[in-house]
């Protein structure tokens, strides 16, 4: 079992920044693909990036590369998404996953992801 909690959300004004945890812990949560998603009201549930187990590989959605970064810190069982130039439109919650899956098999549906939080809210107020 991998237990994951997020934080880090909160208000902020459009050209801002955030930058969201997600704390992993389970045996084997360093080994893990980690992921953030996101789900704005009314929407469905949006991939946003994922990071290899040793951090060395990467994949965004379009719409956040060159805005977003995400990495890890194994040492600690954390994943970041750095988030700058926000928009209103990325006001969503935004969940951590984890699964044991490679980075370059993640592609939709993912419904093979195992492990969920319970996500962290970011709202861009324009």
């Known amino acids: 079992q991998v237990q994951l909690v997020e934080s880090g959300g909160g208000l902020v004004q459009a050209g801002g920044s955030l930058r969201l945890s997600c704390a992993a812990s389970g045996r084997t949560s360093s080994s893990y693909t980690m992921a953030w998603f996101r789900q704005a009201p009314g929407k469905e549930r949006e991939f946003i990036a994922a990071i290899s187990s040793s951090g060395r590989s990467t994949v965004y959605l379009d719409s956040v590369k060159g805005r977003f970064t995400i990495s890890r810190e194994n040492g600690k069982n954390t994943v970041f998404l750095q988030m700058n130039s926000l928009k209103p439109e990325d006001t969503a919650v935004y969940y951590c996953?984890?699964?044991?899956?490679?980075?370059?098999?993640?592609?939709?549906?993912?419904?093979?992801?195992?492990?969920w939080g319970k996500g962290t809210l970011v709202t861009v107020s324009s």
């Open positions: 996953a984890a699964d044991s899956r490679a980075v370059s098999s993640w592609r939709p549906p993912y419904s093979f992801v195992d492990y």
